[in-house]
């Protein structure tokens, strides 16, 4: 039988004023106005609602038969139909000034967000190849990838013993809870694995079915790790209501924590697989150019020592950053992987200033690790990046007028995807027109994988590029050296992990 409960009243019903409201303030209206003047319209709704008058006047807006063929066309297909077919006759991927080494087939990232690992990867394979005389190779990413993400529930349970005090509704607690594990990644990241890990060749450490596509894995872990913070909060109340001192509370945590990390490693080694030990050796077989077999014996150090070696230690994050001092040396509060590792640095500067950086390096062989927001004025099938692909105001009657700072600001844009630049086209009189960009989202991607960016595209939506010292201006070098960067919020856009 069932209870005859009145419904109560939503809170518009009690809020939006009657429309009789609206004729009891005509006699204020030309006081206003004149206040006002002709800086912007009479509302329409006083009380901030929308009304019928609203929608009214907005549909007359759309009278014109271009609104009309816009909204007969483009509610059927997607936003690719306004596409202007002048920017794929141009932006055609021809390049006369690229790399001379190539290093084989297009990797693939697959369905993980592992971009920054492949892209780091595809730079040090260089080195590899070289000394090896290989016409095809490959570092393991999901060596890296395993490492990572250990290394990053450690980090996230380190900073939740250093924090236990604070409310979980903290807002710091808040943004380190939402994706404590993530795929995503900075240079100052990989370089923190590198030299603590080591690397070796794919083969040696294959990709997993949980690599190639992550996110069950990462929702598994991240619910674990969340599990294992309130576990190590609840102690540290526990440990601290008993009187002990600061340091006995936290080494009784880590002693916890240490007993907890443990389920996350079996998560991870059951779905990736157990990765090779920094230092145990590894026996790795591989044919040259020539066809030659060759065999390598030792261990993930002493192979990025043996084939890499010190350059991407002493590589650093140049950033075009407009919402701040240019010149200036910047770091992310609470971003990282390693506890007590490198931390994330970067040297601010102008956008014109990192595309000669790029292209120096270019000219000189060097391919070049950046950050961008892949997502903006992209057409993925074609492999084009360029502000003129879309026509907008044809369709709509709009123009997007952000700066770069103001969609950094507004949170409409950051560093989302790593890619690498390998080659560059210079006009006539040596300026520059377009970046030849290496991805790793497979070859049905692009150019057979391989992606065309404008030189105006690079100004607005690439924040970042990782140069070695021997590449960089001096007075950036200076800036690095001197150390004492600013200390950004971590949920500053210049912590978003590619």
Known sequence: MGVNISRPKLASQYDRPPPKYEESLEHEKSDLKAHIGDACSWPKSVDGSIRIA???????????????????????????????????????????????????????????????????????????????NLSEFELSQNHLFFFDKLEKANYYLELTIEHADLETSSRLLSHL??????????????????????????????????????????????????????????????????????????????????????????????????????????????YDKNGKAGTWTGTPLEFYRTFVGKQPASSFSIINDPRNEYSKLYTVSKLGNIWGGRPVLYVNTEANIMKDIVVKMLKSGEPVFF?????????????????????????????LNLKKAERLEMGDSSMTHAMVFTGVH???????????????????????????????????????????????????????????????DPWDPMGALA
């Not at 001192?245 to 007993?259: C, H, I, P, Q, S």
């Not at 961008?372 to 123009?399: P, S």
């Open 54 to 132: 609203n929608l009214e006047s907005w549909e007359d807006s759309t009278s014109s038969p271009v609104h009309t063929l816009a909204r007969t066309v483009l509610s059927r297909t997607d936003l690719s139909a306004l596409q202007r077919r002048e920017a794929h006759v141009i932006d055609t991927h021809v390049f006369n000034t690229e790399i001379d080494f190539k290093t084989g087939p297009i990797a693939n990232q697959k369905q993980s967000g592992r971009c920054w690992l492949f892209a780091s990867t595809n730079v040090l394979r260089y080195s590899v190849m070289r000394k090896l």
């Open 177 to 286: 809870s939402t994706d404590l594990v993530s795929d995503g990644g900075q240079w100052d990241m990989a370089v923190n694995l590198w030299e603590t890990y080591g690397c070796v060749p794919q083969t040696v450490y294959p990709e997993s079915y949980h690599s190639g596509l992550s996110a069950p894995l990462n929702a598994l872990v991240k619910t674990k790790v969340r599990e294992h913070a309130l576990i190590l909060r609840n102690l540290s109340k526990s440990l601290r209501l008993q009187n002990n001192t600061d340091e006995a509370v936290t080494a009784m945590l880590r002693g916890k924590k240490e007993e907890l990390m443990a389920e996350t490693y079996r998560i991870m080694t059951a779905l990736l697989g157990v990765p090779p030990h920094p230092n145990k050796p590894f026996e790795w077989s591989y």
């Open 371 to 399: 950050g961008c927001d892949v997502m903006k004025f992209e057409d993925r099938y074609d492999g084009i990046l360029d502000l003129d692909l879309f026509d907008y105001n044809v369709a709509f009657d709009i123009t």
């Open 426 to 488: 210079l006009d006539n009189d040596g300026k520059i027109v377009k970046f030849k960009v290496e991805n790793a989202w497979g070859t049905a991607i692009g150019d057979k994988g391989w992606f065309m960016m404008t030189s105006a595209w690079f100004d607005q939506y690439v924040y970042q590029i990782v140069v070695p010292r021997a590449h960089a201006p001096k007075d950036l070098i200076q800036v690095l050296d001197n150390g004492n960067p600013k200390v950004l």
